[in-house]
């Protein structure tokens, strides 16, 4: 196809262990691409996909799709705005019931097989949003286990962030409960805390500060408030412009880094300065 084809871009969407050939051979061809996460299965993988498009002068995003969820794109609006003041704090929890028994994930049952799987696959997400709303992470601290036997990788974990700002934060996870109200389009909850008031995210979406209802969700299409179709809107509206996309391949290693890092945290026992 890309021999025979006169493409304007590619879409990535297999599982990670085929994303730095794939990357490469759009590269290869200057055709840019569009490639999901999790960026690749290893550190050096990354580095490679990100200097296989550097050097071929060719855009690669990666398709994170959690920082364009409306509520979260709506909280960055109310923190820049100034609506908590100061920030503080922060927390993310996240939930869904699907990770328990002898046949876990049945939409996506080769999770079982990730020797790293919640922190690599899912919290990946909450820590590039992390990073959206309160910028570069300095500090990783991680605890996690194994739940549930039938699977390799470890299914709950609690990690401590601190940007460089000095804001702290925890992302707290795992797939044995439901959210409230089941199957929820924010697969849980975050609370983001400031010198003057605390700004909710409830797992149906609707935005709270403090008691009172900043932005109600009302989006019913699509996958988690629509976000896949933001994504690739951004991704389309940046090839047009030529403007640097949000989660551009260089940008991104900055949320696998962080990932790395947190895997290193369980493995020393310490917090990771990254």
Known sequence: MLDHEQLDF??????PEWHLPLVRLAAERRVPAICQKPMAPTWPDCLAMAFASETAATP???HENWRWQPWYRKAKESIARGDIGRPVGYWFRTRRRDGLGPAPYPTQPYFVNYP??????????????ARFLFGDIATIYAHARRWNPAIRGEDQAILTLTHADTTCGVIDG?????????????????CFEGESAALW???????????RLLWK???????????????????IECLRSGLPFESGAQEYLKTVRAVEAAYESLAEGRAIRI
């Open 10 to 15: 590619v879409d990535i969407a297999t599982r």
């Open 60 to 62: 690669l995003m990666i």
């Open 116 to 129: 790293r799987y919640l922190i690599y696959e899912t919290l990946v997400h909450h820590i590039d949003t």
């Open 174 to 190: 795992h797939r044995f409960l439901d959210t409230d109200p089941p199957n929820a389009p924010a697969m849980g909850d975050a």
């Open 201 to 211: 995210v409830r797992a149906s979406g609707d935005l709270f500060l403090d008691d």
């Open 217 to 235: 969700n009302d989006v019913s299409a699509g996958y988690r408030g629509d976000s896949v179709r933001a994504t690739q809107r951004h991704f």
